[in-house]
């Protein structure tokens, strides 16, 4: 009797609970059945007001199943796409057909009216009196409408209205996980037409691709956002957030004017789809990171934004200021082209760089003489344009000089516009080193790394321009020509280090796409380059490999991409070598060499010698000792030996005695042609095979197949080479490392990993409950030990007590769960109940921080040279970057650990290198000094080591630029004079340059006499 006491007391007993109503394998907050007990019990209709694809129809539809099911007679009314007129005239007769309808009193009657139109004051009468004269005939009653037309359930009395909340809907998914329900919220927010459209299974795999179902009810739902029969001061702030995706109020009030915040609270309740937050004053839409759904609707927000013309260009200003010019370009496509021409022109680099590049060319068509561009700037752009859209020709001379002129331009748009086009002049040949330049945009700094990332690769010096590019790389959600550039290089040098990956990332592949596909025809040859390279990679060649490599070279050759060109003449020369045609491969490689000796390129002549005369070997000409001694560059110097040995041994069955030799280290530089030698099935890769070292087979091993281990480990790597006679000393790669620990190995520096046996867990397993928080804390805790009070109040800061420790008992059992799939009986934490600590255990668990700690102090206490270069080698391998700490606000107290451990760091390689100095050992120095270098170059200890080493290797040219560059950018910025040490150092085989003063600040650079 309670119960039903409960239930007549109105909406707030239906909501009671957490009750969930299972529809297969979706669940809805709410079950339809129980709404129809109680109205049966109360005798009161129910109305759904909530925005259209909020499952209204698939509520009611449930409602009818289930009263069917248990004998009701159901009628269903549809008003769906009728006006108020003719929905009125069509409610009057079905409510009175179905009063005048014979029954028996033991039938029970329900009446469905679905989708209501919005209606003036005359028919809202008019239906209120259908509605009554039904429930008068003793029939239940349910509808559904939108909010727009909420006036009829006001005149409606004792009604149950259900709103967005009770309708949302979620997907559990098939392991019913936190993380499942997460993923389905984040894209559905709990819609009902977009929770339907994903698959049961799809939340458990957070990397997949959405499926087209998903995309095509996303932009159904949208175009719902914006019909047209809500007010029009929503529409208005309605089309604002649509055309922003995300944003906060101040942005709403500069492109919509005032805002009412009565209507942002409305949408804010009835409409998920804008994710309106009144309380933080921002919003941010579904399709936000899915912009270009909106494709499917843009004939609506076309007829739209012609009646808000000023609304739009605002928000596209607005865009702009934000840089995000994709989403801007798609917005300028929807109002007249006249309107947004002046925009695309002022930011036409920027529009380019993004992939728009017939956007700008139309404008600078279309303008004409009307254009407020100065002549030098519409060359310019016009320049940028015909560079990056023409894939026919080469750039003429006159326009190159040009633009190379124009790279120091104090006018930013000249600049800009160079800069771009500079990305097809670098395809062309290589260029003079660009001027040092403090005042680079965001655009223009990654064209320069571009840039003299191909200046390293040219000389050969693959590790040092990835190791650039990595520190430099940073995220970027919108595609561009730019960043997709930098993606192709970063694959490009980890192809050349030797690292072998069948599949690309899913970033990565999207750049390869993006450019592709793109309009940025100018600069494609860096995708198809790339492809051919993996082809030498592979086992099992075909025929049309090589096609697509010769094709390569053919257009190369028509574009004037010599950039291109030579490399696939390299590549073409392997596969022919691979085909045995030993002709054409000896042709090629000599064409790749005539065509790069204008280019001062060292490496790319010596590998084109080295293929020259394997295939010359199997012509009958074997290489001599001369032939060796030509080859000078270190890499290829040590790889060039054991393949000489490799071809005599796989015909005669031994080698000369001027290839005897011992070969230290991995000669990582050369490490991309050794692979491509051992793809070929042959005699002679048989043999080469068992000439390598076994230190070069481990490292082709590892990294292949192991890509995310290998990245990390090859961006800590200095950019000299590492083959030389000092690294006979035995260093210790990361994988030893974690094998020489039994157990459980946790790795901070650089990446968050955890390995158990040598086999590394998914980062998703240990990130679910906050287990990688907790594994993170009591890596940094003292003794790897804390208190469990102390832990929560660190992690979960907002949780009582009796929260936090099911928090942390559910942590704990997913790090145990992960741990024992695979090693049974290892045991990672210990706890004590009398002293109420948590810590891990340390027979089973080891650090890579501790490890690294007892390997710099071991190296700061030592007296031997040789054991500090060695010590420092595996400290090296050890530290894979900065100290990984997750983003939460709670671990902001570690960054003091993660600042000591960098310096620690720098001090060891600078130990390090001071070492290899005394030792002789002078590149291995500059290998040291390069790497505490790149870690801070602010530190003058760094750039004293650097100097000292560069200097001792024969490279006073490079001692002084970075001098210079320090001057440049610190000394000269802050008009601080140096300390006396550095320009003692600095001046000591360069005519005793110094920098005169007056008052400690600099006043000139010039010559002194003595210090």
């Not at 099911?69 to 079905?94: D, F, M, P, R």
């Not at 450019?515 to 940025?520: N, V």
Request: net charge neutral; aromatic share 8%; proline share 3%.
């Amino acid at each position: 009797m309670e119960s039903e006491n409960r239930e007549t007391a109105g909406t707030e007993s239906l909501l009671g609970g957490s009750s969930r109503h299972v529809m297969g394998d979706y669940s809805r907050v709410v079950p339809p059945q129980h709404f129809l007990r109680t109205m049966e019990k109360t005798n009161r209709p129910l109305a759904l007001c909530a925005e259209p694809c909020m499952g209204k129809t698939m509520f009611l539809r449930e409602l009818a199943d289930y009263a069917r099911s248990n004998g009701w007679t159901v009628y269903e009314i549809s008003l769906s796409s009728l006006s108020a007129k003719e929905a009125t005239q069509i409610l009057t007769k079905k409510s009175t057909s179905i009063c005048n309808a014979k029954k028996s009193k033991a039938v029970k009657r329900l009446v469905l009216i679905d989708d209501f139109p919005p209606s003036d004051e005359y028919f809202v009468a008019r239906q209120v009196k259908s509605i009554a004269r039904l429930r008068m005939a003793g029939c239940l009653i349910a509808i559904s409408l939108s909010p727009e037309a909420r006036q009829l359930i006001d005149e409606v009395p004792s009604v149950y209205v259900l709103g967005k909340n009770e309708l949302l809907t979620f997907m559990p998914g098939i392991d019913n996980s936190e993380q499942s329900i997460l993923t389905n919220m984040r894209l559905t927010r709990g819609i009902p037409t977009l929770v339907y459209s994903l698959p049961v299974t799809f939340c458990e795999h957070g990397d997949a691709d959405v499926p087209i179902t998903y995309l095509t009810s996303l932009a159904c739902v949208a175009s719902y956002m914006l019909r047209s029969s809500l007010g029009i001061e929503e529409l208005r702030l309605r089309l604002g957030m649509m055309l922003l995706g995300v944003g906060s109020f101040d942005d709403l009030s500069r492109i919509c004017g005032q805002v009412d915040l009565e209507y942002l609270a409305k949408i804010e309740q009835d409409a998920p789809f804008f994710g309106v937050h009144v309380e933080t004053r921002r919003f941010s839409c579904i399709h936000a990171t899915r912009f270009d759904v909106l494709n499917f609707n843009k004939q609506e927000l076309v007829a739209l934004a012609s009646k808000h013309e000023k609304l739009v260009l605002k928000a596209i200003a607005l865009l702009i200021d934000r840089e995000d010019f994709s989403k801007a370009a798609f917005v300028s496509s929807l109002v007249r082209e006249e309107s947004i021409w002046e925009i695309v022109l002022s930011h036409a680099a920027e529009f380019a760089d993004a992939g728009y590049i017939e956007l700008v060319d139309n404008a600078l068509t279309a303008t004409h003489s009307d254009c407020t561009l100065d002549n030098s700037s519409k060359k310019a752009a016009k320049g940028m344009v015909d560079s990056l859209s023409t894939a026919k020709w080469p750039m003429n001379t006159k326009d190159a000089d040009r633009a190379f002129k124009n790279l120091t331009s104090f006018n930013g748009f000249l600049k800009q516009t160079a800069y771009m086009t500079l990305l097809k002049l670098i395809l062309q040949k290589p260029l003079p080193p660009l001027k040092e330049d403090l005042e680079l945009s965001p655009l223009e700094k990654k064209i320069a790394l571009h840039k003299r990332a191909i200046d390293l690769a040219l000389q050969g010096n693959f590790k040092y321009a990835l190791q650039l590019l990595l520190l430099e790389q940073q995220y970027e959600k919108a595609a561009s020509i730019t960043s997709s550039i930098q993606a192709v290089d970063v694959e490009l040098l980890y192809a050349l280090l030797g690292v072998y990956q069948k599949e690309f990332d899913a970033r990565t592949s999207d750049s390869l796409s993006f450019l592709q596909e793109g309009e940025a025809g100018g600069v494609k040859g860096s995708v198809g380059l790339l492809k051919c390279v993996r082809y030498l990679f592979e086992k099992s060649s075909s025929v049309g490999d090589l096609y697509d490599t010769e094709q390569l070279i053919s257009q190369a050759e028509l574009q004037g991409n010599r950039m291109i060109q030579v490399p696939a003449l390299l590549i073409g020369a392997l596969l022919s070598l691979r085909s045995r045609a030993y002709p054409k491969a000896q042709l090629q490689a000599r064409r790749a060499v005539l065509l790069s000796r204008e280019w001062d390129s060292l490496y790319v002549v010596q590998v084109g010698k080295i293929i020259e005369d394997i295939a010359g070997f199997f012509l009958g000409v074997k290489p001599t000792e001369k032939s060796l001694e030509t080859i000078t560059h270190p890499s290829l110097k040590a790889a060039c030996r054991t393949i000489y040995k490799a071809l005599f041994k796989s015909v005669n069955g031994h080698a000369p005695v001027w290839l005897d030799a011992v070969e230290y280290g991995v000669p990582e530089n050369a490490m991309w042609l050794v692979r491509a030698l051992l793809s070929d099935e042959s005699e002679f890769q048989q043999c080469l095979k068992r000439e390598m070292p076994e230190e070069w087979l481990h490292y082709l091993r590892s990294n292949e197949g192991k890509r995310d281990i290998t990245k990390w480990k090859v961006s800590r790597q200095g950019a000299g080479d590492s083959w030389t006679e000092d690294s006979a000393l035995k260093s210790l790669h990361v994988e030893k490392v974690n094998n020489a620990h039994p157990g459980v190995y946790l790795a901070l520096l650089g990446r968050f990993s955890l390995s158990v046996q040598g086999e590394e867990i998914a980062g998703r397993k240990i990130a679910y409950r906050s287990a990688k928080a907790l594994l993170v804390y009591l890596a940094l805790a003292h003794n790897h030990m804390s208190f469990r009070s102390q832990i929560a109040q660190q992690i979960w800061p907002e949780a009582d007590q009796a929260h936090w420790q099911e928090r942390l008992y559910q942590a704990t059992r997913v790090i145990r769960k992960e741990v024992q799939e695979i090693q049974t009986d290892c045991e990672p934490l210990e706890a004590s109940r009398i002293e109420k600590t948590l810590g891990f255990n340390p027979q089973q668990v080891t650090v890579d921080i501790d490890i690294f700690t007892r390997l710099a102090k071991s190296v700061a206490s030592s007296n031997s040279d040789e054991d500090i270069v060695h010590l420092a080698k595996q400290a090296e391998e050890l530290y894979q970057g900065d100290l990984y700490l997750p983003e939460e606000e709670c671990f902001r107290f570690a960054d003091p650990i993660r600042v000591a451990l960098r310096d620690q760091y720098i001090d060891t390689m600078v130990t390090a290198s001071a070492a290899a100095l005394r030792i002789t050992h002078y590149t291995l120095a500059v290998h040291f000094a390069e790497l505490a270098y790149l870690v801070d170059d602010m530190r003058e200890d760094t750039l004293m080591a650097l100097i000292q080493a560069l200097r001792k290797c024969g490279r006073a040219q490079d001692a002084q630029h970075y001098y210079d560059l320090y001057v440049q950018k610190y000394v000269m910025k802050r008009r601080k004079m140096p300390s006396k040490q550095l320009r003692m150092i600095a001046g000591a085989e360069k005519g005793k340059e110094s920098i005169e003063t007056s008052g400690g600040e600099i006043t000139k650079l010039g010559f002194y006499d003595a210090m």
